[in-house]
């Protein structure tokens, strides 16, 4: 190694790159799949889920439903031994001493902290959560509020509805929530103002119905319990009790257009793609813990193959070593070993660099994948165990082969230096083209992914979101009140073009046309909204305060609602349509229709769309448009009149343009992540290469020399050192091309607008890689092309 220091450094510098990436997608995938698993009961806890079939195909899989399930399951199936109602779905004001926060509770069961476990620093788990206006805190949020975790008996006042403050108690504080976990217990308030028809909070008034909710509810089962038999019970008992429902409304129950329920275990909630992570729920997809993975091992084989490669062409200096301790006596099993020791030392050597690389990046890494990790949480003796385990793997593969190989070597020829290792060294060549071959399929894939994400972020979805700013007002029955207020106060700012309300994409409904059911999103939206938004209207009128039953009778849909219909833009005007999932409400008349624009993210299809100004149905954001020339002003006047129509309320805004940017976060983070692998794949195969032209020129430093002598031109002897290595790169491209062509389209179908897969990405690919090969090359074959030939023929 000392005597090699360069080679050598190469060899350990790769390797440790590769065992550093392992170790990192071993604690990534390792939170992943711990999710919940500290949960004493989590082998028999089960989340209720639901189906909803339109037409025969899936429209909605979800875990929101009704707060009677819990309770009324457990009391009528066998096997289901007790339930907790879990919700998330909406923000509180807190407000302790002169300070106001928002923040996001968990509204939960008073059985909460007896069936998941979250330990109490203080408190009583069986009684923490029994009164209306009791809070149990997190260490932290105790901290935050109070500077103590001493706070048992301490009140917060908490606005969760209408527009007044309740004095809550403080009964526990519970340990903070580990990272893996899919709950978070910052503040757990009771669920009971859900449930109740009258509460104490302010009038709020729910009537709980066997159909819709917003309860995640979990049922323990006994540890013999029968998961179909319980699920077949669920799916009777609901239809049963919604059947009865709908009787005493004079309604006719359709079992066709009804939920389909079912069970998931806790452990599975984490990596769910279909469940929505709404509702307290911290989801993951599994797809990016494959990548991850994939990323992984393709650059630890990289790394591998480097050393193989490396090792092996280093073999030709210790010819003469192995030679002579063949004839002492040394046997093709102890050379064997001995190689295998050597790669187990530099392995180790690398290892431990690799631990260190490691801990210096978690941070960053930590950034890149949206995560938490840390040695301290996560390592155990299985981390142990996986690491360790890696090493051997690791040193293994790269030894393995190269003992073969040196061990071989016959002690005649390597005495008199007639042992060649050149020419057609088929293995070497092919495991040089693999490594070539992954790097180039993942700098295709950089491409494709960046080339997507650039056209979904630029692209034009259909409305105006420039210079518009947006924040969120009290969801409540004064919600029209305070819009109003809004605009009267603001429209008068000379930096202000416009104000609207609108909630969209936030409501699904089955609306019934003609026997036909038409999964829709039903939204909310104030009539300067489509102006503003520079939405098109193609056919009929805007909604309008000369028409007063436009309030609750009149809906403007969008093209892909006619379409869905089976009607034209025109014919589509004057129809009316009815609420497959609450008949009870009067039919409403389509006054108009709008081109379709995507105001979610673009991975879907923009779905069937209708408008209403629906007043039983709250607004939840308001909108501003803002004159582009003098931002600071025109935000300091919407500052101003928030503080002034809702004191009491935290403002933050968001323009427009940042949260529609919001719905990739998912996708940029792992196009950071593709490209920094991108990079890395690049990197190391370009240490390898060079260690291979360091050792090819090496050899054939006579060669060269002769040449020279012979009358070859610089460039001659350039072009001859670097052609084999262009050729093999070629051929690494024709393999690679491909992979990479399948993994992308493949990627794609992600997407419901996509790009196409150009010819021009596999030649970017193809030229970067090649220009890089040729300054990895270009350095050494120059600088050997050129030294004095007197030098390297002195010794013949």
């Known amino acids: 190694m000392l005597r090699n220091k360069v080679i050598s450094g190469i060899k350990i510098l790769g390797l440790s790159i590769g065992l550093s990436t392992c170790m990192l997608i071993f604690l990534f995938a390792k939170d992943e799949i711990t999710f919940d698993q ?32 819990g309770r009324y399951f457990a009391e009528e199936i066998p096997g289901v031994k007790g339930y907790v109602g879990v919700t998330s779905w909406r923000h509180v004001t807190v407000k302790h001493g002169n300070d106001v926060f928002t923040e996001l509770p968990l509204f939960a069961d008073d059985n909460f902290f007896s069936v998941f476990t979250f330990p109490l620093l203080q408190g009583n788990k069986n009684t923490a959560l029994k009164e209306l206006h009791s809070v149990v805190l997190s260490r932290d949020m105790a901290m935050k509020y109070f500077g103590t975790t001493d706070v048992i008996g301490k009140m917060l006042q908490v606005r969760v509805f209408g527009d007044n403050f309740d004095n809550f108690t403080v009964t526990a504080v519970a340990e903070n929530a580990p990272p893996n976990s899919t709950f978070k217990v910052d503040i757990v308030l009771p669920l009971d103002p859900f449930e109740n028809t009258q509460n104490e909070y302010s009038g709020y008034r729910t009537d709980p119905s066997w159909e819709g909710g917003d309860v995640n509810t979990f049922l323990l089962l ?50 769910s793609t279909k469940i929505d992570s709404a509702n307290g729920a911290n989801t993951s997809n599994p797809i990016y813990s494959y990548i991850l993975s994939c990323v992984a091992v393709f650059i630890l ?58 801990n210096a990046i978690l941070p960053f890494f930590n950034q890149l994948a949206n995560k938490q990790l840390s040695f301290s949480y996560l390592t155990d003796g299985y981390v142990y165990a996986g690491f360790f385990l890696l090493l051997l793997v690791t040193s293994f593969i790269a030894g393995f082969y190269p003992s073969l190989v040196l061990s071989a070597f016959q002690p005649a020829k390597v005495l008199y230096s007639r042992e060649k290792l050149t020419g057609k060294n088929y293995f070497t060549k092919t495991l040089f083209i693999l490594q070539f071959s992954l790097a180039i399929c993942l700098i295709i894939g950089a491409i494709a992914v960046n080339t997507q994400l650039s056209y979904v972020l630029h692209a034009d979805r259909g409305y105006d979101t420039k210079n518009v700013v947006h924040f969120g007002i009290p969801a409540n029955g004064s919600s029209d009140r305070v819009v109003a207020m809004f605009k009267s106060e603001l429209i008068k700012q000379p930096n202000i073009v416009g104000v609207t309300a609108a909630n969209i994409g936030q409501r699904g409904a089955m609306m019934e046309f003609e026997g036909q059911t038409i999964p829709t999103w039903q939204n909310k939206i104030d009539r300067d909204g489509f102006n503003i938004f520079k939405i098109q209207l193609i056919s009929g009128r805007n909604f309008s305060p ?120 998912s996708d940029t983070q792992w196009k950071r992540i593709v490209n920094i692998a991108s990079v890395l794949f690049v990197f190391i195969s370009c240490m390898g290469l060079l260690g291979l032209v360091m050792l090819s020129i090496g050899q054939r430093t006579k060669e060269i020399g002769i040449r020279k002598v012979l009358g070859a031109a610089v460039s001659r002897i350039v072009v001859l050192i670097s052609k084999e290595f262009i050729i093999l790169i070629s051929v690494a491209f024709v393999v690679g091309a491909p992979v990479a062509y399948y993994f992308i389209n493949k990627w794609l179908q992600d997407f419901a607008y996509r790009i196409h897969i150009g010819w021009w990405m596999f030649a970017a690919a193809g030229i970067l890689v090649l220009v890089v090969t040729l300054m990895t090359i270009s350095f050494h074959a120059i600088r050997a092309a050129r030294a004095n030939p007197a030098k390297s023929l002195k010794t013949e």
């Open 38 to 69: 500290f949960h004493q009961n989590k082998a028999n806890l089960y989340r209720i889920t639901e189906t909803f079939k339109a037409r025969g195909e899936l429209s909605s899989f979800g875990s929101f439903g009704s707060p009677l399930w």
């Open 222 to 271: 006994s540890p013999k319990g029968d998961i179909k038999f319980i699920e077949k019970r669920m799916q009777q008992l609901y239809e049963k009790n919604v059947k009865e429902e709908l009787e005493k409304k004079d309604q006719k129950y359709d079992s066709s257009n009804r939920w389909r329920l079912g069970l998931q275990p806790l452990t599975n909630t984490h990596l």
């Open 546 to 665: 000369d028409y007063p039953s436009d309030i609750n009778h009149s809906i403007i849909v969008n093209e892909t609602f006619v379409r869905s219909a089976g009607l034209n833009i025109h014919s589509a005007l004057g129809k009316t349509v009815k609420d497959g999932m609450y008949p009870d409400r009067e039919p409403v008349m389509i006054v108009g229709v709008i081109k379709d624009f995507a105001y979610q993210s673009l991975h879907d299809k923009i779905p069937a769309q209708m408008y209403s100004q629906d007043t039983g149905y709250h607004y939840f954001h308001l909108f501003v448009k803002i004159q582009p020339n003098n931002v600071p002003k025109a935000l300091d006047a919407i500052q101003n009149a928030y503080k002034k129509i809702l004191p009491d309320y935290v403002y933050s805004y968001k323009f427009l343009d940042e949260s529609n940017a919001e719905d990739f976060t």
């Open 301 to 358: 084989i990289v790394a591998c193959i480097n050393f193989i490669n490396l090792a092996i062409a280093q073999s030709l200096r210790r010819t003469k070593e192995i030679g002579i301790r063949k004839v002492s006596g040394g046997t093709r099993n102890q050379l064997i070993k001995q190689f295998l020791l050597e790669s187990f030392l530099v392995s180790l050597l690398a290892f431990v660099i690799a631990i260190v690389i490691t």
